[in-house]
């Protein structure tokens, strides 16, 4: 007995060397994030990106929705079926996390048939149109992502909502439902973070025409985050959205007079502006009295550096002669939790190229009771690396990478993914 003790003692450091180096093995070969390309459809100016699912995998065209809750697709939209989709029973613990605030009906309070299964019914929305599905059964399939380190492709099971034909109404040409990339338990990044046990991070970098959306670390374009200027994420219950809270607006380093009664002081604001972040409004937005303020500070400032106003072309109201429109604007300050923590716009990401001509200057009027007192739209949000921790429940993003000579078009991407075709 003593003689097998010792031999089990002598192996004990063999056993757990050969633990160490084939767990170290393992995670060699894990990925740390996946790469996920974006392209911007000129007609609707929505962000798109086309992900792969089911058996076989057939290539889906779908619209990023930073605030969504979850990824729906209109599943009839597949020639063939597929082979490994799996119904989500009512009243299971998967059913109960797709369920949001927004959905019409309680995971409590349905009814429950003792003698018949019941799929789990979460009903999707179009955040485009604000049209909520009256149908949409939630189901498990097969996604594929691909690994930014390696290149190779990744499967793994996701749940997502099959969702009738008219909720694609004013999506763009091709797209087949939306992708969520929200705070929610159900959203595509979290259920990929669970899967993969990876960094909770979300970058993205749009551009107007080859972007990237990367979950996970990325630490292989660490030089330009390390300059990333961070700003905590505010929670507006029961929103999942992206939310910072803006405290002043500066316009060429000048302060926008506002009273505070004009800053929207929701839950979270934080005694500024509740700013959302979208993927989905074209342009940043500004409730009116704001706005009002924001466009004669930026006139003013515009003609102090001899640009000539032109007539207004819808949707924008400031207009200028592009001959006098470079890099040498106003510069837009959004500053956030001090003065020495600013989101600043400058020329590409504040003046729109309409015309050979003209340049509009590309923030518009949200109205005088909008949800949110500013948005922060799609274009401004282009050629810039914004990155949400949700983690740590900041958001860190870039000055315009085009001052860096680069763009987010510079990123590559890997070989496609052998698919049917839809």
């Not at 792969?52 to 969504?68: A, F, N, Q, R």
């Not at 983690?391 to 870039?398: I, N």
């Amino acid at each position: 007995m003593a003689s097998s003790s010792s031999s089990m003692a002598s192996l004990l450091p063999i056993i757990i060397i050969s633990f160490l180096f084939l767990f170290s093995l393992s995670n060699a070969h894990s990925p740390v994030s996946f790469t996920i390309p974006v392209t911007k459809d000129a007609a609707t100016h929505q962000y798109l990106t086309t992900l792969s699912y089911g058996t076989p995998l057939v290539p889906t065209k779908l619209v990023l929705d930073l605030g969504g809750s979850f990824l729906w697709l209109h599943c009839a939209s597949r020639n063939t079926p597929s082979s490994s989709s799996l119904t989500t029973p009512h009243r299971s613990l998967q059913c109960f996390a797709a369920k949001t605030h927004k959905s019409p009906n309680s995971f409590l309070s349905a009814p429950v048939d003792q003698h018949h299964y019941q799929p789990c019914q979460v009903f999707p929305e179009n955040s485009i149109t604000g049209t909520i599905a009256t149908e949409g059964e939630l189901v498990e399939d097969l996604i594929a992502l691909q690994s930014a380190e390696s290149k190779t492709i990744h499967e793994h099971q996701s749940r997502f909502t099959c969702s009738p034909n008219s909720l694609l109404h004013g999506l763009a040409k091709g797209a087949r439902g939306m992708v969520g990339l929200a705070r929610s338990r159900s959203s595509l990044p979290s259920q990929v973070f669970d899967n993969f046990s990876t960094q909770r991070k979300l970058t993205l970098c749009l551009s107007s025409s080859k972007g990237v959306l990367l979950l996970g670390n990325v630490a292989y374009e660490s030089e330009i985050l390390k300059s990333l200027t961070f700003t905590p994420l505010v929670t507006s219950f029961p929103s999942l959205d992206y939310f910072i809270n803006v405290s002043s607006v500066k316009i060429n380093g000048k302060r926008l007079s506002l009273d505070a009664s004009e800053f929207n002081e929701q839950e979270g604001g934080g005694g500024g502006a509740l700013t959302l972040i979208s993927s989905i409004v074209p342009y940043t937005t500004m409730q009116s009295s704001i706005y009002n303020s924001f466009k004669e500070a930026f006139l003013d400032a515009a003609m102090s550096m001899n640009m000539t106003r032109v007539a207004s072309v819808a949707p924008f109201e400031l207009c200028f002669g592009s001959s006098q429109v470079g890099s040498s604007v106003p510069v837009i300050e959004l500053v956030l939790q001090s003065e020495m923590v600013k989101w600043s716009v400058h020329g590409r990401n504040s003046m729109v190229r309409v015309s050979d001509e003209v340049s509009c200057l590309g923030f518009l009027d949200g109205g005088l009771n909008p949800r949110n007192s500013i948005v922060i739209g799609g274009y401004q949000l282009e050629d810039v690396i914004v990155q949400f921790d949700l983690a740590t429940s900041m958001v860190g993003f870039s000055s315009s990478l085009l001052t860096k000579n680069t763009k987010c078009s510079d990123f590559k991407f890997g070989s496609s993914i052998p698919a049917e075709s839809i």
